[in-house]
């Protein structure tokens, strides 16, 4: 009984693990030049992001600070 409390209390305790994407570099304010070059320079780094159907790059939250120092 004492083994299924502790495991109850660990599991709900457990924090979910979020992923916040912001937006590194808008599409529609930049060529597609810019945002290409953008893009190598995170692969480069190995900073992961994603692409929405305007093609604006975004990237996670947690890597923010690295993509500032690697890319800007």
Do not use: H
Not at 8 to 36: M, R
């Amino acid at each position: 009984m004492i083994m299924l409390v502790l495991i109850l209390a660990l599991v709900g305790c457990a924090t979910p693990s979020s992923t916040t994407y912001k937006i590194w570099f808008d599409a529609s304010a930049q060529n597609e030049e810019l945002i290409q070059a953008a893009k190598e320079r995170l692969r480069k780094a190995g900073i992961a992001y994603k692409l929405d159907k305007n093609g604006s790059v975004f990237i996670q939250e947690k890597d923010f600070q690295d993509a500032v120092i690697c890319c800007s």
